[in-house]
Each structure stands twice: as structure tokens, then as C-alpha cells.
T-cell receptor
Framework: KAGVTQTPRYLIKTRGQQVTLSCSPISGHRSVSWYQQTPGQGLQFLFEYFSETQRNKGNFPGRFSGRQFSNSRSEMNVSTLELGDSALYLC???WGFGTSQGYTFGSGTRLTVV | GESVGLHLPTLSVQEGDNSIINCAYSNSASDYFIWYKQESGKGPQFIIDIRSNMDKRQGQRVTVLLNKTVKHLSLQIAATQPGDSAVYFCAENRDSNSGYALNFGKGTSLLVTP
């Protein structure tokens, strides 16, 4: 059974650019959540999607957005990149909405903004 | 504000000893707590969870204790092995009006020495 797949694994972008990260959940999982991990702030919740709808959102600026497709795959987008956006972006999937039981994380996308 | 925090940022133990990792939380409304292990280059991996109606839960070599009176959570690892070396996070399931989001602590780095 394949796990949560995140692509790409590593990314280097320049300030001001925009970036799109992809997450394929475990087969059958319908909920996808995104987290940002940095040494200073730790793991912080970005948003959660279920059935193509954003159900919950963390305290991040509007430059951070996401979407979910009908096959439950999700993408997150960061526009007008800032140096502080450099982080490990983690995606987690679970079978249902509103539960962290069965949360499975991917290995993340390491974004470096220069 | 509400937060989940860890008492110690690093913990060094000898192989074979028992490890105890502590976590404090401040939201008395939290009803679900999870411990994750994160190895270098990987996403967080579920270890064990506990609901607020329980005081103790045991897994394979791991035990989680919950003290709601002082809002404290601990993870005990028996007979610690080199493969247990990782960063350990506690997380609380914090309900929001429209869904759930995990609120993570900063993490404790566990180093197992031979």
C-alpha cells in the first residue's frame, strides 16, 4: 500500500516567485492537510481539505493557498515567495474529515527561497 | 495563548535504559493527544495516541500518560534502542468550528548512546 507521496522532494526558488507543491494521499483517504515545519516555529497547520473543499485554515497569509481535486490529490501554492517561507512542507492524509486519527504524513517537500 | 510545549529540547539516554519525554499543554478543551516520531529526512510517524477520557495507554515498548489535572503528557519508551533516536513531538487535536487541526509542540530530540 503506497504511502503519502509529495512532489517534488526539494525545490529552490527565488524571492517573489510562486511555487506549487503536490500531495497524493493514501488510496481511500479523502482528507488532506498541510503543515509547515521550520526550526524556529516547529510544525504549524496550514489548511485541511476534504471532498475538494477547504474545511479548516491556519494562521497564514493569503499568499498560501491550496486546492483538492476529485481524486483527493491536493496542491498548495505559495505566491510572492519570501525568504521566511523556506521550510519543510508536509502533507498528511486521513480517511475522514475532522479527525486526526489515522493521520499519515508524507516525507515533505523541502523549499528553499533564495 | 494556547500552546503545546515540551519541557526539554534534547534528551540523551543509554541504550537499554528507559526514556521519558514530557509535554505540557494549555488547552483544557483538547480531547485527543498524539505522539509522533520524526527521523531525519522523513515526515512525522505516528507512535501512540490517547483520548482525554484515559490516563494511560500502552503500545509496544511505549506508554503514554495523561495528567489532565496539571495538563501534562508524557511518552515512556522502554529499553531504548539506537533506532529510537529521533525527534519526538506531542500534538493535541484542537477542535475548531469547522474541523480539526493538530497543534504540535516544538519537539524533543532523543539521542540513544551505546
Amino acid at each position: 500500500k503506497a504511502g503519502v507521496t509529495q512532489t517534488p522532494r526539494y525545490l529552490i526558488k527565488t524571492r517573489g516567485q510562486q511555487v506549487t507543491l503536490s500531495c497524493s494521499p493514501i488510496s481511500g483517504h479523502r482528507s488532506v492537510s498541510w503543515y509547515q515545519q521550520t526550526p524556529g516555529q516547529g510544525l504549524q497547520f496550514l489548511f485541511e481539505y476534504f471532498s475538494e473543499t477547504q474545511r479548516n485554515k491556519g494562521n497564514f497569509p493569503g499568499r498560501f493557498s491550496g486546492r483538492q481535486f476529485s481524486n483527493s490529490r491536493s496542491e498548495m501554492n505559495v505566491s510572492t515567495l519570501e525568504l521566511g517561507d523556506s521550510a519543510l512542507y508536509l502533507c498528511a492524509s486521513s480517511w475522514g474529515f475532522g479527525t486526526s486519527q489515522g493521520y499519515t504524513f508524507g516525507s515533505g517537500t523541502r523549499l528553499t527561497v533564495v | 495563548g494556547e500552546s503545546v510545549g515540551l519541557h526539554l529540547p534534547t534528551l540523551s539516554v543509554q541504550e537499554g535504559d528507559n526514556s521519558i519525554i514530557n509535554c505540557a499543554y494549555s488547552n483544557s478543551a483538547s480531547d485527543y493527544f498524539i505522539w509522533y516520531k520524526q527521523e531525519s529526512g522523513k515526515g512525522p510517524q505516528f507512535i501512540i495516541d490517547i483520548r482525554s477520557n484515559m490516563d494511560k495507554r500502552q503500545g509496544q515498548r511505549v506508554t503514554v500518560l495523561l495528567n489532565k489535572t496539571v495538563k501534562h503528557l508524557s511518552l515512556q519508551i522502554a529499553a531504548t534502542q539506537p533506532g529510537d533516536s529521533a525527534v519526538y513531538f506531542c500534538a493535541e487535536n484542537r477542535d475548531s468550528n469547522s474541523g480539526y487541526a493538530l497543534n504540535f509542540g516544538k519537539g524533543t530530540s532523543l539521542l540513544v548512546t551505546p
